[in-house]
């Protein structure tokens, strides 16, 4: 068993560190580490057919809990419900972006401020924040940044600080919904929380967290964006909202099952239906009213996201088959003397750190067994410990350029069109906004369930 435990450790430790070298890409390097794990530790050094079954779990797909779910149940190995939630969103998603639903939606809300820099730039904070909490942030800021420099050339001021805020404001919105962000998922999905457990907890500090991160950021930026004296905007000259439409009927469609998704999603918790079933409920319908366009929308699905997904799950589950993560929480449970307070400010603070310069996907799904064996030593409540994992690994990944996907897509977008964003610049400006955002989250952790 110790020879099985010294080799678990080896390959995920090499996992991570070629996750964040990024010499090859990560997808390849999650499925050759799972298969490492699936012929060394429980092949070779195990010799445990049952921790291969268990770890893939695809016996899975046949029980009717996967699919409808009235009570709690365990999840172990590869989290199949939110790799086929993620993918099923992801149809979706291209379904609206050919429409023009969200270079739409940015042109319409820049309208309705009369296009002027300062209202366009609080506003555009909001959107992000908003939508990030039912689309992936990288879809979001994918768009947001495109739209906010097209706005910039056109209106004449430095899109920079606009992107960053938006790229903050997306990983805190993320952080407010089950659906909102990938570590949020691998949580709900593996402890059983509905959209609305995280929408009333880790979605009111996500909330409180946005007045001040708004402040915060109208403070930086002001002087950077304020227009230039006697400067005035013909809006004659700027593409109308209209203009984004590639299809109207697509767009009403694509409109009509993002309201549906959002519906299922809110209401899941009522239904019983699992997020496996909306995802893929949802990835169907986009596809049969997609019509001769359907194959395209599949071709441009992120499979190399999925497929990173599911080896990451199996080398997390040597881990959890060996007994290493049981190890990781006695060790955290001796460190805080078996003090809530303790406890959850290193399991916070520590997650942040963490994810501020590795992918927050991974040590996502590695704690989620981590907290249930402390929740089980410690006694301190299962939620509590999932809102403080969920707020630690969403928040900390704001403060690097490196800590978060949307941090790279942001900044690679701004580079690409003449805008590069310097480390210095971006920590300068979003690791003091993080700081104060994990602050606020710590005091609310502890005065709502401590």
């Known amino acids: 068993m110790l020879s099985a435990q010294i080799f678990a450790v ?11 070298l990024d010499k090859i890409e990560r997808h390849i390097v999650t499925l050759g580490c799972g298969l490492l794990t699936l012929i060394v530790v429980f092949g070779i050094c195990m010799r445990n057919g049952k921790a291969v079954w268990d770890t893939l779990a695809l016996g899975n797909f046949i029980k009717s809990d996967f699919w409808y779910q009235v009570t709690e149940s365990e999840s172990k190995g590869i989290n199949w419900a939110t790799i086929i939630f993620i993918a099923g969103m992801m149809v979706m998603v291209e379904g609206m972006a050919k429409a023009g639903f969200f270079r739409w939606l940015c042109m319409k809300i820049a309208f309705l401020v009369k296009c002027r820099t300062i209202p366009i730039f609080i506003t555009f904070m909001l959107m992000s924040a908003i939508l990030s909490m039912f689309i992936d942030s990288i879809t979001v800021i994918l768009f947001l940044a495109a739209v906010t420099i097209e706005l910039a050339q056109l209106l004449k001021f430095n899109p920079v600080p606009m992107i960053l805020s938006e790229i903050f404001c997306a990983n805190l919105g993320g952080s407010a919904t089950m659906c909102g962000d990938p570590p949020n998922i691998i949580v709900g999905t593996s402890l059983g929380f509905s959209f609305f457990d995280f929408l009333s907890n880790t979605g009111v500090c996500a909330g409180i967290c946005l007045i001040f991160t708004i402040i915060f950021f109208y403070l930086v930026f002001k002087k950077e964006l304020a227009p230039k004296e006697n400067e005035t905007i013909d809006m004659s000259k700027l593409p109308s909202p209209s203009s984004a439409i590639t299809n109207k009927k697509d767009f009403i469609i694509s409109s009509v099952i993002f309201g549906l998704a959002v519906i299922l999603l809110v209401t899941h918790s009522m239904t019983h239906l699992t997020v496996a079933t909306i995802g893929l ?34 080398v997390v589950g040597g881990l959890e088959e060996t007994g290493i993560l049981e190890y990781i929480a006695d060790f955290i449970g001796d460190i805080s003397g078996g003090n809530a307070h303790v406890m959850i400010a290193i399991i916070l603070w520590v997650s942040a750190v963490a994810s501020a310069f590795v992918d927050n996907i991974p040590f996502a799904a590695t704690m989620v067994p981590v907290i249930q064996s402390l929740a089980v030593s410690t006694g301190v409540p299962i939620d509590t410990l999932a809102w403080t994992l969920s707020i630690g690994t969403d928040i900390g990944g704001s403060a690097t350029p490196i800590g978060a996907s949307a941090n790279v897509v942001g900044t690679s977008v701004a580079a690409k069109n003449g805008y590069p964003v310097s480390w210095g610049k971006y920590c300068a400006k979003l690791a003091p906004a993080t700081v104060i955002v994990l602050a606020i989250s710590t005091a609310y952790i502890f005065m709502r369930y401590l």
């Open 281 to 314: 409920f949802i990835a169907v319908i986009t596809l049969v009213t997609a019509g001769k366009n359907a194959l395209e929308l599949i071709k441009k699905v992120d499979y190399k996201t999925v497929l990173f997904f599911i080896g990451l799950f199996v």
């Open 10 to 20: 080896i390959i995920f430790v090499a996992m991570f560190l070629m996750i964040v």
